[in-house]
């Protein structure tokens, strides 16, 4: 047997990365041809291709196509072991996580868990809302969708049946603008063909946004065009409006608006998936400090990136964005230092983040790119978008189904993907699974 | 305006249908340009393909692939309305049935409810098994699946390991048969790559059946066929064998065989789902009994059809066989019948079932086909049983992402569609949803 180029006499280092979102495969594949072993935990199976949970909400994507198993992601990847497990605890003097399964030692760590939705304490808002951080979340919001207009359908008083009708999207970033974009759709292409008798104006699709302004993360090109196109597709779009309370039948609005509305889907905000167990000085405003290697501020072997890295620094002094080419770009950079350290060298490179520009859809034609020498919108922009999204889906399958569906909603102006699969009174408990 | 071709004079009747299995759907086609008003009800928002939902549950389609809304079946037939609601109770004398949702009258009720999974009384055994006739309980069972394996890789103790790794399927029927093939082309095809350190070997595949063959409504050239397609790909097949008891840990048979094994998957037996209100007379053994016209016994306006309908007659002294042909064209023959009461004739026809024929898949490339002139297995026979499959799917989108899916499984040897979406400890709890 011909040994590999590695040098297997050194003693083998044991990598944990805690999640499997971008930045965590990017880092675990980058790591393939080293002697490193390496432990992937997820609580999933599968990675899960965020930016597209909007589409299976809305029917036009099926679950299956927008999750990846991590056992086929990593197929053939002879050091690396995955494990399906919830972390609960860091324990950094002895080296190891503790788990719901049980212990797991390290000689490096890395904490790439993400981000969730952040209700900023608002309990009630959180056991009423619809987040949509995942797939199972996703697929309650579909249910919930489809669910509402069945009941309108039996429902004979107007005024009862428009709470049912009425679809609340809070939170103007990309993920409320691309929501309330599908949802507008629906009301456009489906309702009239699919729900006689119900008027499809009698179905408001509503977004609701505190700052003064959509796609904050944006160019003001963008989120200007974003609101055009979307009033164009019917959806009121409300600024500088905050929610103060929900209660899964009345939105009161700071501003002494009342709303009824039996759907509000919170898109208003994140927040890092931190976990217990670090000093005090390693996490702030939910995200774990890290220096500029991406080392956690009190640790040595302990590492952060993605959404819950907070790397601040004179020109990112809230942080990075919560976006996945941040994950990726701090995984690829992560994977180059610590073969160094596996070697011990101590050059290590500082993160620097290449911002290539963002973007987001609204509707069918339609979506707004950022770049940085250029900004534009509609058509073009959407076919960007697409191909895109396509070439970032894992798996060939998926990507494959995805251009079929995406060209059959396209051309037939459908969402065939209706099923209710998980029933109305059970999606508030359901929610979190 | 021109007046449509019907009468328009005539009183409209009320036409309602329960169930939107093959046979419901089949009828409500067919009565689609009649002046009859139609409601179809039914407890899910769409269709089921039932003979592909083993696929689902072994991670080879999409749930979405073989479900499709009854609104979009419907879309553009003007006379039907669709109900989503569970009916309670039947009371004929005022001619109205009483659903989750309120009464609804009718002047022809047809039932067309299907069958349910027949535990023959044990209740612990219904607790534990895992069914598989509808997609929410295909869902569960992928999940469940996959969790014994993810459990299964954290687990030292070789015997605990394997009654994880344990799949027994009870009932050698078409059902029985093609989830045990699937079982074992997922030990085969799938395991040895994904799951490294677990030996392939350690999982085991059993079929149980309490007749002394396989596919008892198929020939006797099937059911040797299908035994020996299943040994060749491993499954264990035991016949004669009866299972006494099933906690959920350890299986009973009534030879004194004792089984350790977390999952049972159960396809033993169905029974007609019946609807109570009706006198003692209309059913018999789970089944409306009906004259030869599909009428219940006792009843004028009422019909069955499909599953739930049971039409003794001499070639058929135990009823026609539950499967989708026969519901198929009970649909047929009542829409016939129902246009000529609507008009007034009386000269009904009755029920005569052609028998096309049935077939079942064992694994890629094998299946049995039994036609009245030729029975044959094999590859061809594997093509038939796809192209058919393919065919009676509705819904275009759903036939091309089948197709695909299938396409790729076959030349990939993948199983893609492997997202736990539903957790471990709530599987048995979730069943009924």
Redesign the interface.
């Known amino acids: 047997m011909i040994q590999s180029t590695n040098n297997s006499k050194e003693i083998q280092k044991h990598l944990v990365i805690v999640g499997g979102g971008f930045g965590g495969i990017e880092l675990a594949k980058r790591l393939r041809k080293t002697n490193l072993r390496i432990t992937l935990i997820d609580r ?3 990675h899960t291709f965020q930016p597209l949970l909007y589409q299976v909400a809305s029917g036009g994507l ?4 927008i ?3 991590f ?2 992601i990593f ?2 990847q ?1 050091n690396l ?1 995955f ?3 919830e972390v609960q605890e860091i324990d950094s003097a002895s080296k190891q996580i503790l788990t719901s ?2 212990p797991v030692t390290y000689d490096f760590l890395v904490l790439a868990t993400g981000s969730t939705t952040n209700y900023f304490g608002n309990k009630l808002l959180e056991k009423h809302a619809m987040p949509l951080k995942s ?2 979340e996703a ?1 309650n919001l579909r249910s919930d969708l ?1 669910q509402e207009f ?1 009941l309108a ?2 429902i004979d008083d107007p005024k009862l049946r428009q709470q049912h009708l009425s679809f609340v999207v809070v939170g103007g970033g990309p993920t409320g603008v691309e929501t309330a974009g599908a949802l507008a759709e629906f009301k456009k292409f489906v309702v009239p ?5 119900l008027n499809a104006s009698e179905m408001e699709v509503r977004l609701v946004e505190a700052a003064p302004r959509l796609l904050n993360g944006m160019s003001e090109h963008a989120g200007n065009k974003a609101i055009k196109y979307l009033n164009e597709l019917g959806v009121n779009v409300s600024l500088n409006k905050i929610v103060k309370h929900y209660d899964g039948e009345l939105i009161q609005f700071e501003d002494g608006e009342e709303l009824k509305c039996k759907t509000l889907i919170w898109s208003a905000g994140v927040r890092g998936q931190t976990i217990e167990g670090l000093g005090p000085e390693s996490v702030e405003r939910s995200r774990f400090q890290t220096d500029e290697y991406l080392r956690v501020k009190g640790e040595e072997d302990i590492f952060a990136i993605g959404d819950v890295a907070g790397l601040i620094s004179a020109e990112n002094p809230k942080g990075h964005p919560m976006v996945a080419p941040v994950a990726v770009q701090q995984g690829e950079l992560l994977a180059r230092n610590i073969k160094k350290l596996v070697l011990g060298k101590n050059n290590l490179e500082p993160f620097k983040y290449k911002d290539m520009g963002s973007m987001a859809t609204v509707g069918r034609n339609r979506a707004v790119v950022d770049l940085s020498f250029w900004k534009f919108g509609g058509f073009l922009a959407w076919l960007v978008w697409m191909f895109l999204h396509l070439m970032l889906l894992v ?1 060939f ?2 990507r ?2 995805v251009f ?2 995406w060209m ?1 909603n396209y051309f ?1 102006y ?1 969402r ?8 109305y009174e ?1 999606s508030p408990i359901d929610k979190a ?1």
């Open positions: 999933n199976n599968y099926g679950a299956d196509s999750g990846y198993p056992r086929m197929r053939g002879k072991n494990l399906m497990t399964t049980g797939i199972p697929l489809l069945e359908m039996r063909h699919d729900y006689p008798g798996g399958r998926n494959l189904v079929i569906d059959w037939s459908e065939a993907l209706r099923l209710i699969v998980r029933k059970e699974t």
